[in-house]
């Protein structure tokens, strides 16, 4: 089988690796679509401590079932399905708590590898976060299961209201599926801070009630306008840039809620305003990966068509041409693409 590997920032290889064959307790995949995401993105550029190198990559994918261990009886060779990377270990002090996302051993089963043809899924995975794909929905649109169920996982922890205004900051992948999911859950008006034309354009297709052309930490005369002098109910910060960390606190009124969803580099600080927090009781949330209750919602999106998947893929490529695609990324060109090996 053929397989890309991260041998250190900057440095992609395509190989040819054995084909997996499952133990007792697993699946083989064959991978009909992978995406990109921002997180492959930045791995590729300086590495990723979770990662390391040389390794395989590629986390959002879909595909079919063709070997399965002997204890597996939940799916078949030949079935169409969609997963997320991880799954819970349901033993350790944070799974009991159903704060499955920081299950002591989540990220060491981390399935890496959607840009290759074939990869091993494990019993855990298979357990939690494994669903059948329906025929009407494409591959290309069920591996987004993984960016949408932690979009779902950090709305989840909000108190929405239907007249709520929000504010996302960034109209990358993320950024957009917070608002299409914002929209499938029925909040009206979203405000996208967004500078690049044509990510702003997606945006405003995808249904935003607005576009705020400028940076996040000039943008706060325009929030206010549109909400009356108060700020946003619900900032969601999409950039992980800590510098739009601190200028969210600025946007949101008081009582008003912040998500901190981008992951900053490592090392990284941020300062905020006490004032602001205590006596604005303004409520700070950082949500990090996603729960099996998480998953489920977003594959109940997905599955139902609420949320328009593909208006965020600018075009698939073979496997061959992953080095160029990283290329496009690199240039601020499209918002994710579609591998298909």
Request: aromatic share 8%; glycine share 10%.
């Amino acid at each position: 089988m053929q397989a890309a590997l991260l041998l250190g920032p900057g440095q992609l290889s395509l190989q040819h690796l054995p084909t997996p064959t499952p133990a007792t307790d697993e699946i083989v995949l064959k991978i009909a679509a992978a995406l990109t995401c921002g997180t492959d993105l930045k791995a590729f550029l300086r590495g990723h401590p979770k990662w390391p190198m040389p390794t395989r990559f590629g986390h959002e994918y879909a595909g079919t079932v063709i070997a399965r261990g002997s204890q597996v009886t939940t799916v078949h060779e030949g079935d169409e399905v969609m997963l997320v990377p991880t799954g819970p270990c349901g033993r350790c002090f944070y799974c009991h708590r159903q704060q499955e996302n920081l299950c002591t051993s989540l990220m060491e089963t981390y399935v890496l590898g959607g840009y290759g043809e074939y990869l091993t899924v494990p019993a855990r995975v298979i357990r939690t976060n494994l669903f059948a794909k329906p025929a009407a929905l494409s591959f290309v649109a069920a591996a987004l299961l993984e960016p949408l169920s932690c979009v779902m996982f950090g709305l989840g922890q909000l108190v929405l209201r239907p007249d709520d205004t929000v504010v996302v900051i960034g109209a990358g992948a993320i950024g957009l599926l917070q608002l299409m999911a914002l929209r499938a859950l029925g909040i009206e008006r979203v405000y996208v801070v967004a500078r690049n034309p044509q990510r702003a354009a997606a945006a405003q297709q995808l249904g935003a009630c607005g576009i705020i052309a400028c940076s996040a930490e000039d943008a706060r005369e325009e929030v206010r306008a549109v909400t009356a002098g108060r700020g946003a109910d619900i900032v969601i910060e999409c950039t992980a840039q800590p510098r739009v960390w601190e200028a969210a606190l600025c946007l949101v009124r008081p009582g008003g809620q912040v998500v901190l969803f981008g992951g900053c580099p490592a090392g990284t600080t941020a300062t905020f305003a006490t004032y602001r927090l205590h006596y604005d009781q303004v409520r700070l949330l950082s949500p990090f990966h996603f729960t099996p209750a998480a998953v489920r919602r977003a594959y109940e999106l997905l599955v139902s068509r609420k949320i328009a998947a593909g208006s965020l893929i600018n075009g698939s490529y073979p496997l061959a041409q992953l080095p160029y695609v990283f290329e496009l990324l690199q240039r601020g060109e499209g918002i994710k693409y579609a591998i298909i090996p």
